[in-house]
């Protein structure tokens, strides 16, 4: 059993015009954030085309944002209040990104703030769902977890159906010979 103090972090890539969960990790509460950038980005590029990406500064490493500029999406992630230029071998990547934040602030963070649809996001499905898990085994929660974000997702593919009128094509049940 669970105790009612526990609780479990979700990692989730969101869109920024639907805001459809197109990836999810779920965790312990301790897990730290920054391993879970890759296999996010990773399962969202199966089915969508990134151009940048936004991430708050738990997903700040060196090897993160080099994954995201291989994955041809610009990354707009929050730099720590300590983050600096290094002169460390093999830093070229973090300086130069570093630099782009420094030197042009207000340009950075014009971008970064679309990671604020996370938190849209995550305040949507608790709004129609509940923020509480119900369920009292670790494995009951993970799968509540999961069917939140299936049920947001189906309901955010409905809603952009019609705002932004686009006609599902439904695959044809193939007839057998």
Same mark, same amino acid.
């Given at each position: 059993?669970?105790?009612?103090?526990?609780?479990?972090?979700?990692?989730?890539?969101?869109?920024?015009?639907?805001?459809?969960?197109?990836?999810?990790? &779920?965790?312990?509460?301790?897990?730290?954030?920054?391993?879970?950038?890759?296999?996010?980005?990773?399962?969202?590029?199966?089915?969508?085309?990134?151009?940048?990406?936004?991430?708050?500064?738990?997903?700040?490493?060196?090897?993160? /944002?080099?994954?995201?500029?291989?994955?041809?999406?610009?990354?707009?992630?929050?730099?720590?209040? $300590?983050?600096?230029?290094?002169?460390?071998?093999?830093?070229?990547?973090?300086?130069? /990104?570093?630099?782009?934040?420094?030197? $042009?602030?207000?340009?950075?963070?014009?971008?970064?703030?679309?990671?604020?649809?996370?938190?849209?996001?995550?305040?949507? &499905?608790?709004?129609?769902?509940?923020?509480?898990?119900?369920?009292?085994?670790?494995?009951?929660?993970? $799968?509540?977890?999961?069917?939140?974000?299936?049920?947001? $997702?189906?309901?955010?593919?409905?809603?952009?159906?019609?705002?932004?009128?686009?006609?599902?094509?439904?695959?044809?049940?193939?007839?057998?010979?």
């Amino acid at each position: 059993m669970i105790d009612k103090k526990d609780w479990l972090k979700l990692h989730i890539c969101t869109g920024v015009k639907t805001n459809i969960i197109s990836a999810v990790e &779920i965790t312990e509460r301790y897990e730290h954030d920054t391993n879970y950038f890759e296999p996010l980005v990773e399962a969202t590029t199966q089915n969508f085309e990134m151009s940048e990406i936004s991430a708050d500064k738990g997903y700040l490493s060196k090897s993160n /944002l080099q994954f995201a500029v291989d994955k041809n999406a610009y990354p707009f992630i929050a730099w720590k209040s $300590n983050s600096k230029v290094t002169e460390k071998e093999g830093n070229a990547l973090w300086n130069k /990104l570093y630099h782009f934040y420094a030197l $042009n602030q207000e340009k950075f963070l014009e971008h970064y703030h679309k990671r604020s649809n996370v938190e849209t996001t995550f305040a949507m &499905i608790k709004a129609k769902f509940g923020g509480a898990l119900r369920s009292k085994t670790r494995t009951a929660q993970i $799968n509540e977890a999961l069917c939140k974000i299936l049920a947001h $997702n189906i309901c955010v593919l409905i809603q952009s159906m019609y705002e932004l009128e686009i006609k599902p094509e439904f695959w044809r049940e193939v007839q057998s010979a």
